[in-house]
């Protein structure tokens, strides 16, 4: 009987550590934060700004310059709106995106629209690691040629992604 007492005690004790130190994150109104993408061919570096405890807007900007034989630069643009459903260690959240890409010297472009599900998991109160999926509209124009353009749409998943995120 002392060990199930026990046992129940230790139980209930991690339960109150672990929510005092799931609401030690930095997901408060006022936070900033800074999202660099893990995987995947994604070269935007994302920000977020926390407008209310569990609202965040976003924003993103890439550049890439590439030298050799695949000469180019490739400009990307994001913005966006997030919702957070808890505010704690694990913060899963859902949220809309729209995205613009222009790559190859602009004879590709890209604009998406979509919205997205994922969740964030605080390591640290100022570091999370994220992953996310997005479903949506993705329209991408690929210049051929001076006179020939090709368009192709697509209506799914757009992106999947890991980051990892630092706040200040």
Known sequence: MKK???????????????????????????SM?????????????EGK????????????FGLA?????????????????RKYFTMGEFAPF???RVDYKSTQDSTVSEFGIGAEAGAEY??????????R??????STSIDVTPTTTIDIS????TSFAFSANFYF
Request: aromatic fraction near 6%; glycine fraction near 20%.
């Open 4 to 30: 199930i007492v026990l046992a129940s005690a230790a139980l209930v004790l991690a339960m109150a550590t672990g929510s005092v130190l799931a609401a030690a994150n930095s997901l408060n109104k006022g």
């Open 33 to 45: 934060g800074l999202s660099i993408p893990v995987t995947g061919s994604d070269f935007v570096v």
């Open 49 to 60: 700004y926390l407008i209310d405890n569990n609202m965040a807007v976003l924003g993103g």
């Open 65 to 81: 310059i590439a030298g050799g034989d695949a000469q180019g630069t490739d400009v990307g643009l994001m913005g966006g709106v």
């Open 94 to 96: 859902v949220g809309g």
């Open 122 to 131: 605080f390591v640290g109160k100022q570091f999370s690691v994220e992953g």
């Open 133 to 138: 999926v997005g479903l949506g509209y993705t």
């Open 154 to 157: 697509n209506i799914g998943t």
